[in-house]
Nanobody, 122 residues
Framework: VQLQASGGGLVQAGGSLRLSCAASGPTVLMWRMGWFRQAPGKEREFVAGSEWTGSLVYADSVKGRFTISRDNAKKSVYLQMNSLKPEDTAVYYC?????????????????WGQGTQVTVSS
């Protein structure tokens, strides 16, 4: 499985961006898909996840501002980011996983995209 993320860029605080991630390979119908981010000098952290059951999970820092969605027919996952803050600046990675484990843990995911830069200016 290969994941290709897009949609990053530079935006002012309070603005919005929409990230997209398309998977190539087998169907992701029964997989979890999600987003992580990594700021300079920091560890990769969980942002949002979409379980194949329809359950959605968000990090506390983005609840109410970010929305994750997926289109299984297109094997894609999206992240709508509103009310962006400078602290949201990071490289955003999409991820997909077939196995269980805690959705917020990096080692619970099997495949990673290349990352897309999001920069929020104050």
């Amino acid at each position: 499985v290969q994941l290709q993320a897009s949609g990053g860029g530079l935006v002012q605080a309070g603005g919005s961006l929409r990230l997209s991630c398309a998977a190539s390979g087998p169907t992701v119908l029964m997989w979890r898909m999600g987003w992580f981010r990594q700021a300079p000098g920091k560890e990769r952290e969980f942002v949002a996840g979409s379980e194949w059951t329809g359950s959605l999970v968000y990090a506390d820092s983005v609840k109410g501002r970010f929305t994750i969605s997926r289109d299984n027919a297109k094997k894609s996952v999206y992240l709508q980011m509103n009310s962006l803050k400078p602290e949201d600046t990071a490289v955003y990675y999409c991820a997909a996983g077939r196995s269980g484990g805690l959705v917020g843990q990096v080692n619970s995911w099997d495949y990673w995209g290349q990352g897309t830069q999001v920069t929020v200016s104050s």
